[in-house]
């Protein structure tokens, strides 16, 4: 395994991997953010500004564990 590094400088594959994975996440988000499911940024404009938000507290008898 210690050859293949002897092929490739581990600095460009390093640089590379981490330029490719950093498209790959945007692009992922960008998906995301085009569907209409799941974009985070649009559904605070279907909140009305004077709703309530409901707490949901644990009951006293569970235990957290």
Same mark, same amino acid.
């Given at each position: 395994?210690?050859?293949?590094?002897?092929?490739? !400088?581990?600095?460009?594959?390093?640089?590379?991997?981490?330029?490719?994975?950093?498209?790959?996440?945007?692009?992922?988000?960008?998906?995301?953010?085009?569907?209409?499911?799941? %974009?985070?940024? !649009? %559904?605070?404009?279907?909140?009305?500004?004077?709703?309530?938000?409901?707490?949901?507290?644990? !009951?006293? %008898?569970?235990?957290?564990?």
């Amino acid at each position: 395994m210690w050859r293949v590094w002897l092929l490739f !400088d581990p600095r460009r594959v390093l640089v590379g991997l981490a330029v490719f994975l950093f498209t790959l996440a945007v692009l992922i988000h960008f998906i995301l953010l085009s569907s209409e499911k799941y %974009n985070w940024l !649009d %559904n605070a404009a279907l909140w009305e500004p004077g709703s309530q938000i409901e707490l949901l507290y644990p !009951d006293q %008898n569970t235990a957290l564990v």
